[in-house]
């Protein structure tokens, strides 16, 4: 089906320039590469709820379904102050989380960017940043440390937790690649990074950013049941009946429930049913994971603009956009950012003069035609749209794998992408509808902002 596409981006041909070729044609092909249609949706959401079973069963499967250790939620009467590392991605935060009981809860917190030589080093260059920013935020907000403060640490990569608060990683994502932190307790290193710098802090707790955002969530809103991710990276947590995790070893849970961290990133790194298509070939071929976190390279703020970026390139390449005219800007790698997907899809001006803005100022295309505008527009809707349907088919599927598309539940979502993106939920929502028919009004879907620093200091004081 994919190789199959309209002549417009066939074979590469230096006659074309961007007049002669009929602008519905073009726009007609990249439909055929990124629409998902409804039967498409639901054949990857049954396989979707396959592998979430497959994961429970044994380990060594694509979703690695890691049991969290965090077998209780919230009541909403939990009390005290605890501090909260959240690293996700781009950002890191450092949080005070004071919970006040009732449901309600006060958050301090500062941002720092991590430095790219920390991300791709040593790792103790990359904890010692961390420790130093700890210290930074106790020292700025005045927080006493006669005795050592409990933290809980948002981790959102994949790891092997073997207890609530020990954790070996697995491998990297999200363009972070300290290779001699494979298999090492991730736990252990920020403890030994703290201490290395006398900050009288302590981990308690190791927590996923999914599970972070459930368990926030959780505190005002008992019906939450999954927690999601769709920002720089995207995953997944949910409670499951330890009953139905027949992997699990660690005796006896007083609940009877866990949740479970679905790392659902990796969906799909065979190419059964996911309509990865030549764009997203190339994206892939050419990154730092090549053949791994294929759903995640489909949907998340990492990646999306890159696929749009490399779908330009080839249509400047073909002399079907700007004359055939590129800039170093466009071809550059990740130059063109998720965010200027999301300033064009905003753009309802007549003429696209903000599109027109980002292509010229931005991306340092000399003249980019009102044509080229509306065709950028079209690409951007459509990566982001195939996304938000994509992320609908994850949820979907969780839900049905817990069996609560007739009781209902609530999904907490937090991340950049899902607040930010203009239409993205509606889209998913859209989605949801086509896969659950009327049962899609009992999911509730609702964003988690901060849910993962919050989250961490709730486990940490549950732990």
Not at 275 to 297: A, I, L, R, V, W
Request: glycine content about 8%; overall charge negative; aromatic content about 8%.
């Amino acid at each position: 089906m994919f190789t199959e596409v309209k002549s417009a981006l066939q074979k590469p041909t230096r006659k074309y320039t961007y007049r002669e070729v009929d602008e519905s044609e073009v726009v007609s092909a990249l439909e055929e590469l990124f629409v998902i249609r409804p039967q498409t949706l639901r054949n990857i959401c049954k396989h979707f709820v396959d592998e979430l079973t497959l994961g429970l069963k044994e380990d060594g499967h694509t979703l690695k379904m890691i049991p969290s250790y965090v077998t209780r939620r919230p009541t909403g009467k939990e009390t005290g102050s605890y501090l909260a590392l959240d690293l996700g991605g781009t950002n890191f935060r450092v949080c005070e989380v004071y919970l006040e009981g009732d449901s309600k809860v006060r958050l301090t917190q500062k941002k720092f960017t991590i430095p790219d030589y920390a991300k791709c080093g040593q790792s103790d260059v990359l904890f010692d940043f961390l420790a130093d920013s700890v210290l930074t935020f106790i020292t700025e907000n005045n927080i006493p440390t006669e005795s050592d403060i409990p933290l809980g640490f948002t981790f959102s990569f994949p790891v092997n937790q073997t207890a609530i608060d020990k954790g070996y990683l697995m491998v990297w994502t999200k363009g972070f690649d300290c290779k001699d932190t494979i298999n090492k307790d991730v736990v252990a290193l920020l403890n030994e990074a703290l201490a290395r710098k006398n900050v009288k802090v302590h981990v308690t707790a190791l927590v996923n950013d999914t599970v972070g955002t459930l368990m926030s969530h959780a505190y005002n809103d008992p019906g939450t049941f999954v927690g999601v991710i769709l920002g720089t990276g995207t995953n997944a947590a949910y409670v499951e009946k330890v009953s139905a995790i027949p992997k699990w070893k660690g005796g006896p849970v007083e609940s009877g429930e866990m949740i479970i961290n679905c790392e659902w990133g990796a969906f799909d790194n065979e190419r059964v049913v996911l309509p990865f298509n030549k764009y997203d070939q190339k994206m892939d071929e050419e990154s730092t994971n090549p053949g791994q976190q294929t759903f995640e390279k489909m949907i998340s703020g990492m990646y999306l603009g890159e696929i749009v970026r490399q779908v330009i390139v080839e249509l400047v390449q073909r002399r079907i956009l700007f004359g055939g005219v590129s800039s170093p800007e466009i071809e550059t790698p990740y130059k063109f950012e998720t965010a200027y997907m999301s300033r064009i899809e905003r753009d309802h001006t007549s003429d696209l003069l903000d599109t027109k803005m980002v292509l010229q100022e931005l991306l340092n295309i000399p003249y980019p035609a009102p044509r080229d505008r509306r065709i950028v527009r079209r690409i951007c809707e459509l990566v982001a749209t195939r996304a938000a349907r994509l992320s609908a088919v994850g949820v979907a599927a969780v839900v049905t794998k817990m069996e609560r598309v007739n009781d209902g539940c609530t999904v907490a979502i937090d991340g950049s992408v899902y607040e930010h993106y203009p239409h993205f939920g509606n889209r998913m929502k859209d989605a949801l509808h086509e896969l659950l028919g009327m049962f899609e009004e009992n999911v509730n879907i609702v964003l988690g902002k901060d849910g993962s620093s919050v989250g961490a200091g709730v486990i940490a004081a549950l732990a």
